[in-house]
């Protein structure tokens, strides 16, 4: 049995804005850092969670990676940061994310099922999984879409100024 090593790893979604004054709104990628969970290799199955109320949100490292040219003011960061946790996740009453993950055969995609605002949606995701010296490292990559967890995503002005439904997670486990 191996623990997830939250130093090293990281979950990261960027959200994109949408709507007609979308110009007038940012991208972001909010990420998750203090990953806990077990890996058990015999099993081909692992189990983590993270907080909601422990997102960041607009590193400028992470929205370099995300190919974002911008940084948000430090207002417009607590604001969204704000507004995502009370209206979108509702994380006070959902706290946390769980993610459930099996590996089948060798190169197939592995079935996850993640576990966001009460509800839980399973998905072939493929990965890239090495392992050397007691190390298990899984990347990867996937869409996903707010409202097949029940979420509405947040707008302001009718719909003028929005988040777009789908976001782009990219994740980077490791476990010893």
Request: cysteine-free; proline content about 3%.
């Amino acid at each position: 049995m191996l623990q997830i090593d939250s130093a090293r790893s990281l979950i990261a979604v960027t959200v994109r804005r949408g709507g007609v004054l979308a110009r007038l709104g940012h991208d972001h990628v909010v990420a998750a850092h203090a990953i806990s969970g077990t890996v058990w290799p015999a099993r081909n199955r692992a189990d983590l969670q993270f907080r909601l109320d422990e997102l960041t949100v607009d590193k400028a490292d992470l929205r370099k990676v995300a190919g974002l040219d911008t940084q948000p003011s430090a207002d417009a960061i607590a604001g969204t940061r704000h507004n995502m946790l009370t209206k979108v996740l509702d994380a006070e009453r959902f706290p946390i994310v769980s993610i459930h993950a099996e590996r089948g055969a060798d190169g197939q995609p592995l079935q996850v099922a993640i576990t966001l605002h009460g509800v839980t949606r399973t998905l072939a995701i493929p990965v890239v999984l090495r392992e050397e010296n007691g190390v298990i490292n899984v990347t990867g990559t996937v869409n996903l879409k707010q409202t097949d967890f029940g979420l509405t995503p947040f707008s302001v002005m009718g719909g003028a100024m929005a988040v777009q439904d789908q976001m782009a997670l990219r994740f980077d486990i490791s476990a010893h």
